[in-house]
């Protein structure tokens, strides 16, 4: 990775719900001859991604495995259940699994929980992406138990959705090839866990700029390191010595 004089830019991974447009905002005051790209691809693909060189940095969902990424784990979502706006799930202000017990309960190919058991009765089929679970439920075949923020990016005005208390959540991260730890990957690290533009993690520091060196007081003669003034032996004084008889 090079600058922008160079052509070639920061790529940035990101799965599907994760929003990182105010850590695009600081990178690009901060760095703004090093353009970013963002690179869109479905939460199972990322880490493929990562490892094939095919971008710099990522937001992950986790667990990843770490044999050749380094992780920063961020934050850990709000789960919630996606229902229509009639459902009766709709009057409460929040769920918990045994609430579910009775309803079918779709399970997109692409689900980032990890379950140990699945909630409620399995649907009819298992669609391949969150997207068209979202259009069945809305068709009324099932509801759907997603990360909060899949709900807000997968939104329809026929549905809502209400927080589940007891089930798996889902956490975000930044992962990055840990042979592939530049310069600019310390950057985006630094920007995303809040570092000011003044420190230096990742940087080479530039050198400091020399004092003039300052003069040393040159110490009178006959004058100790404590600043007093020492007699000096008259000439005119005899030495102690035996005398002679």
Not at 54 to 69: C, K, Q, S
Not at 180 to 191: C, K, P, W
């Amino acid at each position: 990775m090079t600058d922008g004089e160079s052509g070639r830019t920061f790529r940035l991974a990101y799965a599907p719900g994760v929003t990182p447009a105010k850590w695009v905002n600081i990178w690009a005051e901060r760095l703004p001859d090093v353009p970013l790209t963002l690179v869109a691809v479905p939460a199972a693909e990322v880490v493929a991604l990562l490892r094939d060189g095919g971008a710099d940095a990522g937001f992950v969902r986790l667990p990843v495995e770490r044999d050749v990424l380094s992780v920063i784990p961020l934050y850990v979502e709000t789960t919630v259940v996606v229902v229509p706006k009639d459902h009766a799930v709709a009057a409460a202000d929040e769920v918990t699994l045994a609430d579910l017990a009775d309803d079918e309960i779709l399970h997109p190919l692409d689900d980032t929980l990890e379950w140990t058991a699945l909630p409620g009765l399995p649907a009819f089929t298992r669609p391949a992406t969150t997207g068209e679970a979202v259009e069945l439920v809305a068709s009324g075949a099932g509801l759907l138990v997603v990360p909060q923020s899949l709900a807000r990016l997968h939104h329809r005005r026929d549905l809502t959705y209400r927080p589940l208390l007891d089930a798996p959540q889902s956490q975000v991260g930044l992962a990055w090839p840990t042979d592939a730890t530049t310069d600019l990957v310390e950057e985006f690290i630094g920007i995303v866990r809040g570092r000011t533009v003044n420190s230096s993690r990742g940087r080479t520091p530039a050198p400091a700029a020399e004092k003039p060196a300052q003069r040393r007081k040159e110490r009178k003669p006959n004058q100790t390191s404590s600043g007093r003034r020492t007699a000096s032996p008259s000439p005119n004084r005899r030495r102690k010595g035996n005398r002679s008889r």
